[in-house]
């Protein structure tokens, strides 16, 4: 009887182990997307299992459904056999879910070492090596993490070499755990060899670029206690950068003034306020180097505090140190000369900063990249475009950084000509396979609305990364493709490409725009999983998109739940309350923001207004608006005006709206005079509207509402033959009024909002 049991078993096991080498087999040439229902039934079934024998006939289960290689499920059943144990003796899990993906491998660090099995990450990394697949940021940040965890300093810095070669070790995450291994594990055995000079001098250097003061409090620490580069220049710069880089600008001077008190060390003070936005304050460090403490400035000095007048965009400041080099009589290198290029160029100097760069003796790539971005960003494309072909002329290869300034300032003109045709320089010159410089061409098509020159490039990228997933979404929202962006959402989703804060923006405001409920809702669950729902930007479109689906309720919830409310969320909350015509609660937001000392935006300012006009509050309209300047300094725009225009119309102050448009330094008012023209027919003002009409006429000829409008008026008056000949001035300039439509949500998604 035992012999027979044990018989049907041994049959059973080789009729599992071949379904399972048969799935395997077909999962690695193609695969079918798993149910949802069934991933989510076995995802709650491995998080209650409590048992080797148990997990593993689950997990069997699973392979001949074929849903190993779901994402989610798989790091489910890895962190399972990490829980129980028995991960490093089992390749089952490894073969069914682990293919030559590293997104899979990457996630399933990331959830392992989360559930506190650093070894485990170990095993996973040590794989990814003998399978030859590669090691992304996300793979080399976790198993640092693991070697602190396990206070094995040589593994980590085995990882650190394989950074280094991979060029990842610039990426902020995996900098961060470089140095959190190396201050967390000072400490260890004597006989082991620790950190040298060189080492701390490249941690310091990732502290500082990181911000991470803590780490860098901690290498300084360690260098003391282990008395490593005492009184060392190198060290001591490295220290000060390191401190102005991360704020602490009372410790870098500290440093200074118990320090050789050498010029690097200074030029690394200057350089890091200048780099952080403190110009003012390296102004004023310029000066005590110069009168207290009597060290002399080299060129990398006067270029520091140049560039810190170039911030200031103080050209006063920056003249007269260019006066004090000249009666000096030091020469001016590429370094001084570009940076007195830039700061002219920023003050809107542009012939003076022409006629430096003509002085150059020797250009590099620096100074003709500074001079192109000066012409771009003051309008003068011809001139860059020309000063490029000088460059290549003058036989000075053009690098990334230029292509990529001719790209952005031609995207913000939407200058589709000349884009098209840094394009084809881009590719006629190998620049195409730069991925930022695709990416930035498919920012430009996609801002001069040309989609699908935008959607090429993208397809034609062999490595996309999520900028480039990003800007193709965003392109494709711009131009009012919101179906392709959740197409494109999802697409990038299925390629492995975890999206951002960024992506998941663009996606809410989409779905919104659809009026697809389900979707926002799809989106939020995603958000709450991911822990998106701390970052506030993310919360804040959600409540919009919430919003605009007619579910104000779940809007007010996610308001209420957030920790901290920036100025984005009391915006998107008063125009939630304005777009159900809770008009009441408008003001009543509005008071409760001034009260918190929170200072309003225009766009603040358009939904109270809004508000007001719709709900007839003229009087809390006017003080408001009359607010924007007296108490906000805001300048009101055309918006503006034409929210107090309509409110006054509503309550029948039409000549008092004409006087106030009159009086405005808003260029382009014919939309405003538009609206007060309507509202001119609907009171009957035909005087006052036929003023308007003909000033309309004079500037809006391309117009066909406004000879609609103008039309009516006179036909309201009586004028039949004035109102006949304008609209057959219409017809014969080929003018025709373009039909409205409504954008509402299927049956069957409506009733989710039941």
Not at 120 to 126: A, F, G, H, K, T
Not at 483 to 508: N, R, Y
Not at 649 to 655: D, I, K, N, P, Q
């Amino acid at each position: 009887m035992l012999a027979t049991r044990d018989l049907s078993r041994t049959i059973v096991a080789l009729k599992l182990h071949r379904r399972l080498l048969g799935f395997i087999a077909g999962a690695s040439s193609g695969y079918s997307r798993p149910c949802p229902c069934g991933v989510d039934k076995f995802a709650v079934l491995f998080q209650n299992c409590s048992d080797v024998r148990s997990l593993k006939e689950l997990h069997a289960r699973v392979l001949t459904l074929g849903l190993g290689r779901d994402a989610i499920l798989g790091s489910k059943i890895l962190i399972c056999y990490a829980s129980l144990g028995v991960l490093p003796k089992t390749r089952l899990c490894f073969q069914g879910f682990l293919n030559d993906d590293i997104s899979h491998w990457s996630s399933a660090m990331v959830d392992i070492f989360r559930e506190g099995y650093p070894y485990e990450v170990i095993l996973l990394y040590r794989g990814l090596k003998l399978r030859q697949i590669g090691l992304d940021e996300k793979t080399v940040t976790f198993g640092l993490k693991s070697c602190t965890k396990l206070r094995n300093c040589l593994l980590g810095k085995g990882m650190h070499a394989d950074s280094l070669k991979l060029g990842l070790s610039r990426d902020k995450f995996v900098g961060c755990s470089l140095v959190g291994l190396y201050s967390k594990l000072a400490r260890m055995d004597e006989s082991q060899k620790e950190a040298n000079r060189v080492t701390l001098v490249s941690l310091l250097q990732v502290a500082g670029n990181l911000g991470a003061i803590r780490e860098g409090k901690s290498l300084h620490c360690y260098s003391i206690r282990r008395e490593i580069g005492v009184s060392d220049e190198v060290l001591e710069t490295s220290l000060v950068h390191m401190y102005t880089r991360c704020g602490a600008y009372q410790l870098a001077s500290a440093i200074l003034k118990n320090s050789k008190q050498s010029v690097a060390s200074w030029n690394a003070m200057l350089a890091g306020l200048t780099q952080t936005g403190q110009s003012r304050n390296a102004i004023h460090y310029f000066s005590v180097m110069l009168h207290e403490h009597k060290v002399i400035p080299d060129s990398v000095t006067y270029a520091n505090v140049i560039s810190a007048c170039a911030e200031l965009h103080n050209s006063g400041l920056a003249a007269s140190v260019h006066a004090y080099l000249i009666r000096r009589s030091i020469p001016l290198d590429v370094v001084l000369a570009t940076a007195l290029i830039e700061v002219y160029l920023k003050c809107t100097r542009i012939m003076r900063s022409r006629h430096l760069f003509d002085q150059l003796m020797v250009k590099d790539v620096v100074s003709y990249n500074t001079m192109i971005y000066g012409y771009l960003q003051s309008g003068m494309a011809n001139e860059a475009i020309a000063l490029l072909k000088e460059m290549m002329a003058e036989c000075i290869a053009p690098n990334s950084v230029t292509v990529l300034s001719l790209l952005a300032a031609i995207a913000d003109h939407k200058d589709f000509v000349r884009g098209r045709w840094i394009h084809g320089f881009a590719i006629r010159h190998g620049f195409c396979s730069d991925v930022d410089i695709a990416n930035q061409i498919i920012h430009m098509y996609s801002g001069c609305g040309k989609i699908a020159a935008a959607r090429i490039v993208f397809d034609s990228l062999e490595k996309k990364n999520l900028v480039s997933w990003t800007a193709m979404m965003m392109g494709c929202l711009f131009c009012g493709h919101a179906g392709e962006t959740v197409q494109l959402c999802q697409l990038m989703q299925q390629h492995g490409e975890k999206p951002d804060s960024i992506t998941v923006m663009a996606a809410v405001q989409a779905v919104s725009e659809l009026g697809h409920l389900k979707g926002v809702k799809q989106i939020h669950c995603f958000v709450y999983r991911t822990l998106l729902e701390k970052d506030t930007k993310t919360t804040n479109s959600l409540i919009t998109a919430y919003a605009k689906c007619g579910r104000l309720d779940l809007s007010v919830g996610l308001f209420l739940g957030l920790e901290q409310k920036d100025l984005d969320s009391w915006n998107s909350m008063i125009s939630a309350y304005g777009r159900h015509g809770f008009y009441t609660k408008v003001l009543e937001m509005f008071k409760l923001m001034e009260e918190g000392n929170i200072n309003p935006d225009g766009l603040t300012f358009s939904s109270v207004l809004s508000a007001c006009s719709h709900a007839g509050l003229v009087q809390d309209g006017l003080r408001i608006f009359q607010s924007m300047t007296s108490v906000y300094s805001i300048i009101p725009q055309q918006e503006h005006y034409g929210c107090i225009v309509d409110l006054l119309s509503r309550a029948g102050h039409l000549e008092e709206g004409y006087k106030l448009i009159k009086l405005s330094t808003v260029k382009d008012k014919s939309s405003i005079l538009c609206a007060l023209l309507s509202a001119c027919r609907t009171h009957g003002n035909t005087m006052l509207g036929q003023i308007i009409g003909d000033e309309l006429l004079e500037f809006e000829q391309q117009n066909p509402g406004t000879y609609a409008l103008v039309s009516d008026v006179f036909a309201q008056k009586g004028q039949w033959n004035k109102s006949a000949n304008i609209r057959n001035r219409a017809k014969e300039s080929g003018l025709r009024k373009p039909p409205g439509y409504s954008l509402i949500e299927s049956v069957g998604e409506a009733n989710d909002r039941r």
